[in-house]
């Protein structure tokens, strides 16, 4: 995958992350000549489904520093071959299926009864149901954009986008891609008086509002800091 990092001034270096699913899965920095870099990292099933590359650097004793959101497809990259012998037991009563792919790769069979075959009912199990489970693993985290087309009352499809971070400072940034910071240098934060070991949560504008608020579909900020990245069921 291709990432370009823009400066705003000249800087020597900067260093950059990609984190998914509670793992730093990439740490590496970049030797600036010029204020614009264009890089590629190697993707890896490490970073199925959603990771964040997080790029900063120091300036004056200031980690400057954003994140970017995006998908990984770790599903169906394998050519899978099935086998169904239905004489297995020479009566027909038991069938055997086996499943050849490469090797690493991981296969899993369900069965459905007729009835669901016949009405056309959606299966319990499949690979949007895979992903959505990965992706809980990363709920504490900004997630890429998505949107799901249906065919019916089925979904058929899942589009993922790209997607910059909430964070509006250097330590929500980190605080976003689920990152905790340990430096003597100033990550620098908007002032406010929230008191979070309380359950008080800073708005961007330095009003709080309390942890029972995240995501209840009101806006208590003004900028709607509170209900940012949320699941809402129409």
Known sequence: MIFTVRT?????????????KGNIVVL???????SQK???VALSRDMVPSSRIVAWYILNGEVISDALNFHVNGSSLNPVE????MGKDFV????????????????????????????????????????EELETYDSHTNLSFNHKWY??????????????????????TFAYAGLIVYTDANVSRIPHDCN???GYFPCHDGSCYEIQQICDGVRQ???GVDEMGCKFSN
């Open 28 to 34: 590496n920095q970049l030797e600036m000549q010029s």
């Open 8 to 20: 705003s001034t000249w800087v020597e270096k900067v260093y950059y992350l990609i984190a998914s």
């Open 221 to 223: 900020c003004e900028d």
């Open 92 to 131: 027909r009563d038991t069938i055997e299926i086996s499943g050849r792919t490469d090797p690493g790769s991981y296969i899993a069979f369900s069965g459905l009864d007729y009835d669901y075959i016949v009405y056309d009912t959606s299966t319990f199990f499949d690979e949007f149901d895979i992903i």
């Open 38 to 40: 264009t890089f590629s």
């Open 196 to 198: 979070e070991t309380l």
């Open 82 to 85: 099935v086998r169904v012998n």
């Open 151 to 172: 065919y019916g009352e089925m979904e058929y499809e899942k589009v993922y986008f790209p997607a910059q971070s909430y964070g509006v400072d250097s330590n929500t």
